[in-house]
């Protein structure tokens, strides 16, 4: 395996990825970024600008600054940060809206926990990048807030969604309410990530009993058992309210789930065997996520419904992840096949998921490897998954060495 070539292929394509949302991204009469930009790079001056998109543009430039000191990406960093700030942070009550229209004006003024933890997220790696005094008070604020608001002191975890003024909402985007989907996996897995990087940041000690509460979270309520799969929807007691197999959350969650473990352990020594326990569950969910592997391609699956129907597309996202969870998994056990995954994993991406011409990842590709979509930029199609998996590549291979 020739990890010189692989490393130097990632950095090529983390440099490209960020190339093209500089070139593509920036709106430059409304400010900020554009809401959506298609395949043929031509973009949707009217489209809503949603709270995902720019956090995550926010810890995707911010992150790249930090890591190569390109002081170009700094001034791409900086203009999130300014645009979240202006547009998007609710004067009144605290906290993010969900979207706002084209022009910046609040559009959907639900305060999602899953847009509040990218912003925390996107602020704390800004913070890390820059040092930058006022995204760190708006990051402590939006902790704290988050806390106060959404927290579930008796039972655990966090609640999905609020209205504005942070009273009960009746619509949560991404689970159903009127099913009482009340607490899901995909949010509470992006909040323990922005706790992670805020603790980096701000190693305070209510940040760190937040981390280590999700992590039991996760084990206790999250996580099954017996198959090292992860429930997807809970309602307020965590009784399963639906599920499906979801192969990308579950390899995505092998590696943040001991990322926080490690950041814990580092200045605690009592975390230690916690950080042992979420090594080998992580791992053991590793190998779960495998029966989502094609091996003949080596493309991962989206999911598996619960009446077995299984779902071939292979999104941008899941490969991205795959690519890091088995790297990782690799880095745990020294198993060569783990190994190979997250190397096949990259060559599918090269193969299929790169637009050669007009720069960026497709959407995804079908089980046959046809293009879906057509969203290069969108409220969900963002620059964080790609650059991170190339950056956490580049970082492992290094250790590797």
């Not at 926990?113 to 995204?135: H, I, K």
């Not at 897995?189 to 000690?205: C, M, N, Q, S």
């Not at 190397?343 to 960026?360: A, C, H, P, R």
Request: glycine content about 6%; charged content about 25%; overall charge neutral.
């Amino acid at each position: 395996m020739d990890f010189p070539q692989l490393r130097a292929e990632l950095r090529q394509e983390h440099k490209d990825i960020l190339a093209y949302w500089q070139r593509y991204a920036p709106d430059p009469q409304h400010g900020g970024f554009y809401g959506r930009v298609n395949y043929q790079n031509q973009p949707d001056a009217t489209a809503e600008k949603g709270i995902v998109l720019n956090a995550r543009i926010l810890w995707t430039f911010s992150a790249a600054l930090r890591h190569t000191q390109h002081e170009d990406y700094r001034a791409t960093a900086d203009q999130a940060f300014f645009y979240i700030q202006k547009y998007f942070i609710d004067p009144q009550y605290g906290g993010v809206y969900w979207s706002v229209d084209a022009t910046g004006q609040p559009k959907n003024t639900l305060k999602h926990l899953y847009g509040q933890a990218f912003t925390l997220y996107g602020l704390s790696e800004y913070v890390r990048a820059t040092g930058s005094a006022p995204a760190l008070a708006l990051a402590k604020e939006l902790f704290q807030n988050m806390l106060r608001h959404a927290y579930d002191p008796k039972k655990g975890g966090f609640v999905e969604a609020l209205a504005r003024d942070w009273s009960p909402a009746d619509n949560y985007i991404i689970s159903k309410y009127e099913n009482q989907e009340i607490k899901t996996m995909n949010t509470h897995l992006h909040i323990l990530e922005a706790f992670t990087g805020l603790y980096r940041v701000w190693p305070d000690k209510s940040v760190s009993e937040q981390m280590r509460g999700m992590l039991h979270t996760f084990q206790d309520h999250i996580i099954d058992p017996k198959t090292y799969r992860m429930n997807l929807f809970m309602d307020n007691d965590w009784k399963i309210r639906r599920t499906a197999i979801s192969y990308g959350h579950d390899i995505e969650a092998s590696w943040l789930l001991p990322e926080a473990a490690d950041v814990l352990a580092a200045d605690n020594p009592t975390d230690k065997p916690l950080q042992k326990t979420i090594r080998e569950v992580s791992v053991k969910m590793a190998r779960a996520a495998v029966s989502g592997f094609d091996p003949n391609d080596g493309g991962m699956n989206y999911e598996l419904d619960p009446d077995g129907q299984l779902n071939r597309e292979r999104s941008w996202w899941v490969l991205a992840e795959a690519m890091v969870g088995f790297m990782n998994a690799y880095q745990l056990t020294h198993e060569k096949p783990f190994l190979d995954k997250s190397v096949k994993s990259w060559e599918f991406i090269k193969k299929y998921l790169l637009d050669l011409k007009n720069g960026e990842w497709f959407l995804g590709v079908s089980g046959d490897h046809k293009v879906l979509g057509n969203d290069k930029i969108s409220m969900w199609k963002c620059p964080y998954h790609n650059s991170r998996s190339c950056l956490e590549m580049l970082e492992r291979l290094e250790h590797l060495r």
